[in-house]
């Protein structure tokens, strides 16, 4: 049969497929980016020493007094109430008719440590060639603590990406080495593959031609167009890439807390989703440790907190900003009996929360 004899002989060796990494020879030598690699995220680069020295911060002045808020049994009926009727099978008769025997205040603070930093890296990247400026060598590179990123937001993630100047320079393109186009992969390149009417033979039912490839026992490859090749997706077509080092500078809020221990029986993973009344806010560039404040645990974890923040983060960042707050956290333990048995309930945070594990009536079918 001579039209299976066409398609054999079209067959060509299998094409590589996908991209392959760019060859290490693709990227010059740039003063001050020595170390830089292509892809992965790159290496975060330490901060320079300041050039002069850095204003140590000093303790504010102290708190002369610390308001303690305390809730009413009112405020502590209501919010049990509301949570109750929030549980879809619990009774309510114990929350409305129980009779609160006792209300004790197990409030804590929350120390809570913010620190604003700023972290750089670099590595190295392309994109197709479309006419950009080419700017390697003329003249250095400014370093990648010189060049200037946008004024960001205090406290707020953020992120942006800068081509360093100075670096960018044109290559061919290492994927379709310069052509433009790759082989097809779904016809290894042929253009055209075996028919999947008449599976290659050009007949059907015995002596009738095949309608779809007209007896040629192949058909067209409809992902390059009978082609053979597809434009390259790396350059685009364009054959060459401008190659550059891509700067990435990160705005992270690393934020710690504390939360004093409380002998409530509330469990403190509890208050993690609570907000508290706010005591304290000293925002500034570096803070000092809380000091004065009543409550000697949370001097102490200031202290720590602040610490561990600046070793950790002036190693590979630079920090831009810190804030330290102190939140009193209401926490009520309120004891009520119901039916001749004593139970409690906790109510705890600004939003009044309750944890009530040991309601009575937990299935409203059960005291009906
Ligand atoms: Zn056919
Ligand atoms: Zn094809
Ligand atoms: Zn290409």
Redesign the pocket.
């Known amino acids: 049969m001579a039209n299976n004899m066409e398609g054999q002989a079209m067959f060509a060796p299998p094409a590589a497929e996908g991209p392959s990494a760019p060859p290490a020879g693709m990227f010059d030598s740039m003063p001050g980016y020595e170390g830089t690699i292509a892809g992965g995220g790159g290496g975060f680069l330490p901060p320079p020493m300041p050039s002069c020295p850095v204003p140590q911060p000093q303790p504010g002045p102290e708190q002369p007094y610390w308001n303690i808020p305390s809730i009413s049994e009112d405020t502590a009926r209501d919010a049990f109430v509301l949570y109750v009727s929030s549980k879809c099978c619990y009774s309510s008769a114990p929350a409305k008719d129980g009779n609160i025997t006792n209300m004790e205040a197990f409030n804590t603070y929350r120390y809570r440590l913010e620190t604003f930093t700023e972290s750089r890296s670099t590595e190295w990247s392309h994109e197709p060639y479309n006419g950009q400026p080419v700017d390697a060598y003329v003249q250095p590179p400014p370093g990648p603590w010189d060049i200037q990123a946008k004024s960001p937001s205090f406290f707020m993630d953020n992120k942006e990406i800068i081509k360093v100047p100075c670096t960018s320079s044109l290559k061919n393109c290492h994927v379709c080495v310069g052509m433009g186009r790759r082989p ?1 992969t ?2 290894v ?3 055209n593959k075996v028919c999947w009417v008449c599976n290659g033979s050009g007949f059907r039912h015995g002596d009738d031609r095949c309608n779809h490839c007209n007896g040629r026992g192949r058909e067209n ?1 409809n ?2 167009h ?3 090749s ?1 434009q390259c997706d790396t350059c685009h077509g364009k054959q060459q890439l401008l190659v550059y080092i891509r700067l990435t500078v990160k705005w992270t809020n690393n934020c710690d807390n504390y939360v004093v221990e409380q002998s409530s029986g509330l469990k403190v993973d509890n208050l993690s989703k609570v907000s508290g009344k706010e005591l304290f806010r000293d925002s500034q560039y570096m803070v000092y440790p809380v000091v004065g404040f009543p409550d000697p645990a949370v001097v102490q974890a200031a202290q720590r907190l602040v610490n561990e923040h600046q070793a950790k983060y002036s190693q590979t960042s630079r920090i831009l900003q810190q804030r330290q707050t102190i939140e009193l956290i209401p926490v009520t333990k309120v004891t009520y009996s119901w039916k001749g048995k004593s139970h409690i309930y906790f109510v705890y945070g600004n939003e009044f929360k309750v944890n009530a594990d040991d309601y009575p009536a937990t299935c409203c079918c059960t005291v009906m």
């Open positions: 097809c779904n016809c390149g042929v253009g490859c992902h390059c009978g082609q053979g597809k």
